[in-house]
T-cell receptor, first 114, second 114 residues
Framework: KQEVTQIPAALSVPEGENLVLNCSFT??????LQWFRQDPGKGLTSLLL?????REQTSGRLNASLDKSSGRSTLYIAASQPGDSATYLC?????????????FGGGTRLMVKP | DTEVTQTPKHLVMGMTNKKSLKCEQH?????MYWYKQKAKKPPELMFV???????INESVPSRFSPECPNSSLLNLHLHALQPEDSALYLC?????????????FGQGTRLTVV
């Protein structure tokens, strides 16, 4: 069974810092990995989608990498801002016969202090 | 337009009430999903509809009844819920259930059962 883990569970940084959020998964047989942002009590906003054949994706100050063989992905946030404060979730789409549904990690709660 | 719209945003219902949650997307997606999210936990898959047919039911109690009237709409009918069913209910859609697809989520319905 695929398990997804995110470390750290919570992170507090001063504004302007570059930071890295980590996501690991136990089964490397995946189709893709998606990073989401969730504000308190709100829905999920898709940030980046990395297909299994890709190594990284970039959007603005965000860069996500994928090392499928080692079961790891990182989300790099450059020059963090207070508006980046949210919970960040990674989710993998397994390559199996169980419908290929997204499996989520527990999330990293990020606080960026002014 | 990458929007998934959920109504209502908030719902308080008694244990004997019948209510419905609604979800709508106009992206032409043919896969739609219901997720349940408890506080500080990742989303958990409940149901998957593919081409308006129920394809996955993750052993959800019968007091939750999904319905997909057409390719743009997804409902979740609620009846005789328990207080422990209080959670954020998220709707998502993707182009289909295929391996390469990106999932888009709505803002959720915050349900409180009293």
């Amino acid at each position: 069974k695929q398990e997804v883990t995110q470390i750290p569970a919570a992170l507090s940084v001063p504004e302007g810092e570059n930071l890295v959020l980590n996501c690991s998964f136990t089964d490397s047989a995946i189709y893709n990995l998606q990073w989401f942002r969730q504000d308190p009590g709100k829905g999920l906003t898709s940030l980046l989608l990395i297909q299994s054949s890709q190594r990284e994706q970039t959007s603005g100050r965000l860069n996500a990498s994928l090392d499928k063989s080692s079961g790891r992905s990182t989300l790099y946030i450059a020059a963090s801002q207070p508006g980046d404060s949210a919970t960040y979730l990674c989710a993998v789409r397994p390559n199996n016969n169980a419908g290929n549904m997204l499996t989520f990690g527990g999330g990293t709660r990020l606080m960026v202090k002014p | 337009d990458t929007e998934v719209t959920q109504t209502p945003k908030h719902l308080v219902m008694g244990m004997t009430n019948k209510k419905s949650l609604k979800c709508e997307q106009h992206m032409g997606h043919r896969a739609m999903y219901w997720y349940k999210q408890k506080a500080k936990k990742p989303p958990e898959l409940m149901f998957v509809y593919s081409y308006e047919k129920l394809s996955i039911n993750e052993s959800v109690p019968s007091r939750f009844s999904p319905e997909c009237p057409n390719s743009s709409l997804l409902n979740l009918h609620l009846h005789a819920l328990q207080p422990e069913d209080s959670a954020l209910y998220l709707c998502a859609s993707s182009q289909d259930v295929g391996r390469w697809t990106e999932a888009f989520f709505g803002q959720g319905t915050r349900l409180t059962v009293v």
